[in-house]
């Protein structure tokens, strides 16, 4: 259902960024820089397997490696391609902080985009934000997403340092894509902790896909231990 522009964490040369299409609309779950620089390289239009019709930006959390692209993105999208860019977030607090980036810092034309929480949403897809801990600098400002596309729930933790906001959705068939770290520094979910649901959460019938990686050697053979897999790369 998703596939990656990038799945390194913080520091690797694409950080991790999802997308899927819904209506001619590319959807992208976080915007590094990284990942406006392979749309660029890609062309939007074979992203979208269409004539792009517009983007929208699911906001998980405000560290760069997340955000870091959104107002090059709404810039490019605005002069470069004309199509508008939508981004969503999953609080008004969250609203205020990427307003400030759009407008105080990237300075973008306020023609080119607009900024939604996800109850304003209008797509033929749903989004729910779960609240999750990440940085006790970002308490209280870090979420991922339940989506239900197409009748199939897609569940993203962004960075979470626990899995536990996300047992909850997760059923039979959910496709859930969840960060894992080797180092651990206790902002990020580690390959132990990991390890200690998923049993339970494979034993629902959710499929697992490892993203975020900051080793992708020890994250393949962890994978392949735990017979889940790596996000899958574009
Ligand atoms: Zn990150
Ligand atoms: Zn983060």
Redesign the pocket.
């Known amino acids: 259902m998703l596939r990656f522009l990038g799945r390194g ?2 520091f690797h040369t694409n ?2 960024c999802a997308f899927f299409v819904s209506q001619g609309t590319l959807v992208l779950l976080d915007c590094p820089s990284s990942a406006l620089n392979r749309i660029r390289h890609i062309g939007i239009d074979e992203l979208a397997g269409t004539k792009a019709q517009g983007v929208k930006v699911f906001v998980t959390h405000t ?1 760069a ?2 955000i870091g692209g959104i107002g090059s993105l709404i810039h490019y999208c605005y002069y470069i391609i004309h199509i508008p860019v939508e981004i969503v977030v999953p609080s008004a607090e969250l609203a205020k902080d990427i307003s400030y980036l759009t407008e105080r810092l990237d300075g973008c034309c306020e023609k080119g985009y607009k900024i939604i929480t996800a109850d304003k949403l209008n797509a033929d897809f749903t989004a729910k934000a779960i609240p999750t801990s990440h940085t006790p600098e970002l308490e209280g400002r870090c979420f991922g997403w339940c989506l239900e596309i197409n009748g199939r729930r897609v569940v993203y933790t962004g ?1 979470t340092n626990t899995l536990g906001p996300y047992m909850e959705y997760l059923e039979k068939d959910t496709l859930f894509y969840s ?1 894992i770290a080797l180092h651990d520094a206790g902002v990020h979910i580690s390959f132990e902790e990991f390890e200690k649901r998923s049993d339970e959460i494979k034993g629902r019938g959710t499929k697992v896909f490892l993203m ?1 990686l900051d080793d992708e050697q020890a994250a393949g053979e962890e994978a392949e231990k735990l017979g889940v897999q790596l996000a899958p790369l574009y």
């Open positions: 964490s913080a950080n991790n560290h490696d997340h960075d960060e975020h």
